[in-house]
């Protein structure tokens, strides 16, 4: 049997508008289980003022709401968010916006619209253009990594690692398109991986949570890989992992 795993850290949105926008948005996705509404601003300056304090991954922003240019500023943010703009017409949306645009929205919101919307948020997230970052700044944790590679040293921003696989006296970190292989061992890179965001699955693989499609009795599929599942890790990783994060669950 294979269980699909839901995104481990729903995407934290927050809607800045009036009504009845924000209303809208709070209503459409309440039964989105990879989306959670964390606040409502009223106006920009308040929306500035909470993100500087409270990041999230996604801004529904009024396009009718005045001060826009004010949000330049969330350009300094460690992690600035996705923006889905909803606007009176298709074509009325700022191009000096400080953050990238997922999607555009016409009013009046329709719900399979605004679904799309958020999926189209998500998948962005997955591909790495903005996965929610195990590894903020504000953290206390970098969400980079350097290792040793050709004689020097390689940076890797570690939400973008798929899994990395142990070969002896190195390892390679494997990513959507690329591999790069470290002069390390695993045990130093486990050591340097935050343990709530990596799991080991087997002696030779060390995969990221939140990159986990689906597990089955012996294996886990990680983006398009196949990797194989020792059985007294298995338990532990139902645990941690899958019984509190089951599509629909």
């Known amino acids: 049997m294979s269980y699909p795993v839901k995104n481990i850290v729903p995407l934290r949105c927050l809607v800045v508008g009036?009504?009845?926008?924000?209303?809208?948005v709070a209503d459409m996705t309440g039964n989105v289980d990879f989306l959670t509404v964390t606040a409502t601003c009223a106006s920009t300056m308040e929306a500035e003022a909470f993100m500087q304090e409270d990041p999230v991954d996604v801004l529904f922003l009024d396009a009718d709401l005045p001060?826009?240019?004010?949000?330049?500023?969330l350009s300094e943010l460690d992690s600035p968010p996705l923006a889905i703009f909803i606007a009176t017409h298709s074509d009325c949306t700022p191009d000096?916006?400080?953050f990238q645009i997922a999607d555009r929205l016409v009013k009046p919101i329709?719900?399979?619209?605004?679904?799309?919307?958020?999926?189209?948020?998500?998948?962005?997230?997955?591909?790495?253009e903005g996965l929610p970052d195990m590894c903020?700044?504000?953290?206390?944790?970098?969400?980079?990594l350097h290792v040793r590679h050709n004689n020097g040293s390689q940076k890797i921003v570690k939400r973008?690692?798929?899994?990395?696989?142990?070969?002896?006296?190195?390892?390679?970190?494997?990513?959507?398109?690329?591999?790069?292989?470290?002069?390390?061992?695993?045990?130093?890179?486990?050591?340097?991986?935050p343990e709530d965001a990596f799991f080991r699955i087997h002696r030779s693989f060390l995969v990221n949570v939140h990159r986990i499609g689906s597990i089955s009795s012996s294996g886990v599929l990680v983006g398009d890989y196949?990797?194989?599942?020792?059985?007294?890790?298995?338990d532990e990783l139902m645990e941690s992992v899958v019984y509190r994060n089951l599509v629909g669950g």
Do not use: C, N, W
Request: charged share 25%; net charge negative; glycine share 10%.
């Open 136 to 144: 903020r700044v504000g953290s206390g944790r970098s969400p980079y």
């Open 226 to 234: 196949e990797l194989p599942l020792s059985s007294h890790r298995k």
């Open 18 to 24: 009036g009504e009845p926008v924000v209303s809208s």
């Open 110 to 128: 329709q719900p399979e619209q605004l679904l799309q919307a958020v999926e189209r948020a998500r998948d962005m997230f997955l591909e790495g």
């Open 67 to 73: 001060g826009l240019s004010e949000l330049e500023t």
């Open 160 to 193: 973008d690692i798929l899994f990395v696989e142990d070969g002896g006296s190195y390892v390679t970190f494997v990513m959507t398109g690329r591999e790069i292989v470290a002069d390390q061992t695993m045990a130093s890179i486990e050591r340097m991986l």
């Open 96 to 98: 000096d916006l400080p």
